[in-house]
């Protein structure tokens, strides 16, 4: 074969591979945007397609299709196209994905309601469930609905969530007494007993870590699952002791300012925000502000000359971190001692969405971040969605 019969022989070779990748740039790219319009804590469902307005890092995009879903139906659809054309290019996926995190140090009896609820009145053929104690995560197989009653199902889970919860208590006690310990044991050297403290300081952080990577793999791990998905986030008031000290106790006079710096979590909110959005997760975020029953064990930490310690709420950073994250995939947030009811109010919240498909102009698969704004025309009402997806 001679050198030009070769080079036409690469060229037919490569025409195929080169035809491929141009079609590829020019394939359109939907996006799907989850959206959901209140008035109060009404979903608003009478919206079309002309109501909506999405923009794209502040670009005004074309709405190709707009679907109204409840539960798992589709309740009314409105495209550009003829329906059959619709179908086969934005094929809306109303399957879901439920995942109950439980981020508690105390099983409460509200609890039990609420995953009693879950079951009776939530969760149906078809749907997945993976449930996310303190301490390990259940994934729950669809099909033992056919072979066990909901309320066996339910009564297993809530015995597991219990054990769970109660193994992380157990080492939250034993630091308590590791504190009353240094807080009341006499002949300790100050430069000591300040170590043994800064180290329970740690020990308790420890408990409450964040764990940055693990938030980013657990939204990676959910991105390509088909469906709505939705994180229940339960999370627990936490108050962290802090030992009234005397005036003599001058070795321990800078332990304020390291409480605090010992305390406090590190945590990227920003990337992590948009890890959850990018991969379409609805994170609710449920605070319960029912005090933990160990405040009420303030009286076995009293020394023998009467001094107490000095309860301090510690979950402020966390709660802005998560109420930031549930903001940014659409999520609703909840402050409230009645858990049961929170939840109640963040199903109804979820269940009803509308889907909304635009094809982004000039779409570059440049892997960078692309901020989302869904708006309405001439109506005050509240709307939430996802902040954005990258480009990859």
Not at 3 to 16: E, F, N, R, T
Not at 240 to 264: G, H, Q, V, Y
Not at 351 to 359: K, S
Request: hydrophobic letters at 35%; a positive charge.
């Amino acid at each position: 074969m001679n050198k030009k019969i070769l080079i036409i022989v690469i060229l037919a070779l490569c025409l195929p591979l080169f035809s491929q990748e141009i079609s590829q740039e020019v394939t359109v790219i939907n996006i799907e945007v989850t959206v959901r319009v209140f008035k109060g804590s009404k979903f608003i469902d009478n919206l079309t397609r002309k109501d909506f307005e999405v923009y794209e890092d502040g670009k005004l995009q074309k709405i190709e299709a707009v679907y109204l879903i409840k539960k798992t139906n589709i309740e009314r659809e409105e495209t550009k196209i003829k329906k059959e054309e619709a179908k086969k290019i934005f094929a809306p996926e109303v399957s879901r994905n439920f995942i109950l995190l439980f981020e508690i140090r105390e099983y409460l009896p509200k609890i039990r309601n609420v995953i009693n609820y879950f079951f009776e009145n939530v969760f149906m053929p078809g749907d997945t469930l993976m449930v996310v104690t303190p301490s390990k995560s259940y994934k729950f197989n669809n099909k033992a609905l056919e072979i066990f009653p909901q309320k066996e199902i339910a009564k297993t889970l809530n015995e597991k969530l219990r054990e769970d919860v109660k193994k992380v208590n157990a080492a939250y006690r034993s630091l308590l007494r590791d504190l009353k310990n240094i807080r009341t044991g006499e002949g300790y050297d100050p430069d000591l007993k300040r170590m043994m403290y800064l180290d329970s300081l740690r020990r308790f952080k420890n408990l409450r870590y964040v764990d940055q990577k693990k938030l980013l793999d657990f939204a990676d791990s959910l991105k390509d699952r088909e469906g709505q998905k939705y994180v229940f986030l339960f999370y627990q008031k936490e108050l962290f002791p802090i030992m009234e000290r005397s005036p003599d106790e001058k070795t321990l006079e800078s332990l304020e300012a390291l409480e605090d710096s010992e305390m406090n979590i590190s945590l990227d909110i920003e990337k992590v925000k948009q890890a959850f959005s990018d991969s379409s997760i609805s994170i609710h975020f449920l605070y319960i502000t029912k005090t933990p029953r160990d405040r009420l064990d303030v009286e076995d930490m009293r020394s023998g000359d009467a001094r107490a310690v000095r309860w301090k709420d510690s979950s402020g950073d966390i709660f802005e971190a998560f109420k930031e994250m549930a903001e940014a995939t659409g999520g609703l947030t909840d402050s409230s001692a009645n858990i049961a009811s929170s939840f109640e109010m963040a199903v109804d919240a979820s269940e009803n969405y509308y889907l909304i498909y635009y094809a982004p102009e000039g779409y570059k698969k440049d892997g960078k971040y692309r901020e989302i704004k869904v708006k309405l025309k001439n109506k005050n009402y509240r709307i939430t969605h996802r902040a954005g997806y990258f480009a990859n």
